[in-house]
């Protein structure tokens, strides 16, 4: 059964728990969205502002206290990894091989990070779980982790820290655990999502600001355009080669005497045009990487007006921009993923379009138009089997909405 809705995801984790044998009658259901990121992409290890809406493709996770000081789950998307059962504080050595390859290291990830924090975890935990979120690019990884750690200290009836605290500790698990270099950005746009809100993200503070759409909008869709490729973790892929050099571009600019922290504060003309002429001789691909986090900032500043006026046709704009920026200045997309770009960009109606996430392969995703977000599934599903017939039974298309982020279902299981 494809599951898109609260009432079917019930039933499967209702299948679930009888498959697995755990008994969870009167479990509470924790719902996770995705997201999708309006800007700047690429920019949270950069220490730009953030923006993004939830969208709705989620995981449900049934839960319940077991009575024990044992952890016991099963994922209805990884039904080969069986039952991941393990005592409290008794997981596999970060990164290690003998949980590289199962879903398990995201609920081994959750307890070390806890336990390492200093929360006292007290009860052990029943669950099963179900997504609907296509990998790379929408934030599935995120999503399993906050529901998790939400769960999880639920149990041990330990109070929720600070919002931020949970962004931190949720990246925790990838970064520390996982070993997935990954920012801020997927953690904080699923933690706070509001239905039908963009959350504004302000690293200098860390504050948070809920921007609704202005009046006047034209209603619009979310399409994400799933290519069907399988992207390996970040830390295997450009996404990290990424990091790295803007790391170096900094490195160097300092040496030069420049006093910048991150490619965020190269935000004054003078001071871009200054460090540009300096490197671009020794170093044009890292000023090719500055130049987009440079410009993106720019655009993100009248991105953010536009969406306060309603206007999502210059959002679409920006947002198309910011994608051929991705792909020629940041490099960080895919063939694939320019396939399905090319695709949206010929169709009416299409406000704007780029590729999503860590990059390489995953997800594209488009703003369209509400009336033809048909047009663009049916241009989608009739160009890109043609130009990659290899991928013909696997790309997907998902319209989506914005959503709240993090939802605990009224009725238990
Ligand atoms: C991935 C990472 C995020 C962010 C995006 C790119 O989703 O997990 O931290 O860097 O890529 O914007």
């Known amino acids: 059964m494809q599951v898109t809705n609260d009432q079917q995801a019930v039933k499967t984790l209702q299948k679930l728990a009888a498959d697995s044998r755990l008994d969870l009658s009167g479990a509470g259901i924790r719902r996770s969205s995705s997201r999708f990121c309006l800007g700047v992409e690429h920019g949270d290890y950069n220490g730009t502002e953030l923006f993004g809406v939830g969208t709705d493709r989620f995981i449900w996770m049934a839960y319940k206290p077991n009575g024990t000081n044992k952890m016991r789950l099963f994922s209805g998307n990884f039904p080969e990894d069986g039952l991941v059962e393990f005592e409290l504080g008794s997981v596999p050595a970060p990164k290690s091989a003998a949980s590289a390859d199962t879903w398990a290291r995201f609920p081994f990830g959750v307890d070390y990070i806890l336990h390492r924090e200093g929360y006292k975890l007290t009860q052990g935990m029943d669950a099963v779980l179900y997504g609907n979120i296509p990998g790379g690019g929408m934030s599935r990884s995120a999503s399993l982790s906050l529901n998790l750690i939400l769960s999880v200290l639920d149990v041990?009836?330990?109070?929720?820290?600070?919002?931020?605290?949970?962004?931190?500790?949720?990246?925790?698990?990838?970064?520390?655990?996982?070993?997935s270099p990954c920012g801020k950005l997927d953690q904080i746009m699923i933690l706070f999502a509001k239905e039908g809100m963009g959350t504004h993200y302000k690293p200098a503070d860390c504050s948070i600001q809920y921007v609704p759409l202005g009046k006047g909008a034209s209603d619009f869709r979310i399409v994400v355009m799933d290519t069907g490729t399988v992207r390996p973790g970040l830390e295997k892929s450009t996404y990290k080669v990424r990091r790295a050099e803007c790391e170096e571009l900094v490195k160097k600019a300092k040496a030069s005497r420049f006093q910048i922290n991150c490619l965020a504060d190269i935000q004054d003309e003078e001071l871009y045009k200054k460090i540009r002429s300096e490197f671009e001789k020794t170093d044009p691909h890292l000023v090719s990487r500055m130049s987009y986090i440079y410009k993106a900032q720019k655009r993100f500043t009248q991105m953010m007006e536009?969406?306060?006026?309603?206007?999502?046709?210059?959002?679409?704009?920006?947002?198309?921009?910011?994608?051929?920026?991705?792909?020629?200045?940041?490099?960080?997309?895919?063939?694939?993923?320019?396939?399905m770009c090319d695709i949206a960009r010929t169709v009416p109606g299409v406000l704007g379009e780029r590729m999503l996430g860590g990059g390489d392969k995953g997800a594209a995703g488009a703003l369209v138009l509400a009336g033809d977000a048909d047009k663009l599934k049916t241009a989608v599903e009739t160009g890109y089997p043609r130009s990659r017939p290899a991928l013909a039974e696997k790309f997907a298309v998902h319209t989506c909405k914005v959503v709240e982020g993090i939802v605990l279902l009224k009725n238990p299981l």
């Open 156 to 179: 041990s009836g330990i109070e929720e820290p600070d919002p931020m605290k949970i962004v931190d500790l949720a990246q925790a698990v990838e970064n520390d655990y996982i070993g």
């Open 306 to 339: 536009a969406w306060k006026q309603g206007d999502i046709e210059t959002v679409g704009k920006i947002f198309r921009q910011d994608g051929i920026g991705l792909r020629d200045e940041y490099v960080i997309s895919g063939p694939e993923l320019e396939t």
